[in-house]
């Protein structure tokens, strides 16, 4: 079972930036993928950005790409998502999410994932 809390999220203005944090209770963090995603209410939740377990492949929506970037500190148990030129289209719920793997692989769908954290909401304001 992994934990994961997310923090950072808050107001900011459109032009802002904001660095969003996942902590992991998981013992070895470096052998899980992760993930941020986002959800508007009454919209189905939207992949932000993927890394593989040792952070060595990142993968970015086309809408983010540029302007968000996805890290991690696995001596931490922290994935973090750095976002800048914030838009007010960003304003949502951004969650992380955990996938255990093997394989150094990214995963980009929802129902790759396995565990959640329970999110962090960003707003963007015009």
């Known amino acids: 079972q992994v934990q994961l809390v997310e923090s950072g999220g808050g107001l900011v203005q459109a032009g802002g930036s904001l660095r969003l944090a996942c902590a992991a209770s998981?013992?070895?963090?470096?052998?899980?993928?992760m993930g941020w995603f986002r959800q508007v209410p009454g919209k189905e939740r939207e992949f932000v950005a993927a890394?593989?377990?040792?952070?060595?492949?990142?993968y970015h929506t086309p809408s983010v790409k540029g302007r968000f970037t996805i890290s991690r500190d696995n001596a931490e148990n922290t994935v973090y998502l750095q976002m800048s030129s914030l838009k007010p289209e960003d304003t949502a719920v951004y969650s992380c999410?955990?996938?255990?793997?093997?394989?150094?692989?990214?995963?980009?769908?929802?129902?790759?994932?396995?565990?959640w954290g329970q999110g962090t909401q960003v707003t963007v304001s015009s």
């Open positions: 999410a955990a996938r255990h793997t093997v394989t150094g692989v990214y995963y980009t769908t929802e129902d790759a994932y396995v565990y």
């Open positions: 890394i593989s377990r040792a952070g060595t492949k990142t």
């Open positions: 998981a013992r070895t963090l470096s052998d899980y993928a």
